[in-house]
């Protein structure tokens, strides 16, 4: 048995999460890996050396999803801490949710995504995804709900 470099791991993981908001639908992924493997949830992943979380987060759901976004604040920091059978720390992330919205882009599955899928709010439990999700997606709700936002400027470094 194989594990990544994020299983098992010596530190937590710095994490990003997107609630992206179209209306009044969210954006949904089927995670096609672990942790969350099979489970619906918001599109996000690990920050990599050397980015912001702006750039993490518009790379990300490009990655999972073929989405262009616009980055708007963040709605919740949270830890995603997840044990083996026999109780050892296989899993522990620090993250960091950010609502957003679709810019440009065709929504298609890649990389961590199996599927992906808009849906209302209100739908959320019958699709399986966590409380603590659910929270976070609320939260994203409310803050576009309470006005404007600019969103935050994402830097892109050339290589």
Not at 107 to 120: F, H, I, Q, S
């Amino acid at each position: 048995m194989t594990t990544s470099v994020r299983e098992y791991p010596d530190r937590p993981i710095v994490g990003v999460g997107a609630v992206i908001i179209e209306g009044n639908r969210v954006l949904l992924v089927r995670r096609a890996n672990e942790p969350l493997k099979g489970e619906w949830s918001i599109p996000g992943g690990a920050v990599e050396i050397g980015e912001t979380l702006e750039v993490a987060i518009a790379r990300e759901v490009r990655e999972e999803t073929g989405l262009e976004i616009d980055v708007g604040p963040m709605v919740d920091v949270l830890d995603r801490i997840r044990f083996d059978p026999a109780g050892r720390l296989m899993f522990h992330y620090v993250l960091i949710d950010f609502v957003c919205r679709p810019t440009g882009g065709t929504l298609a599955c890649a990389t961590d995504a199996a599927e992906a899928m808009w849906t209302p709010l209100m739908d959320l439990p019958q699709h399986g995804v966590a409380d603590a999700t659910i929270s976070v997606i609320q939260k994203g709700f409310d803050r576009v709900r309470s006005g404007p936002w600019t969103p935050r400027e994402v830097h892109w470094h050339s290589e």
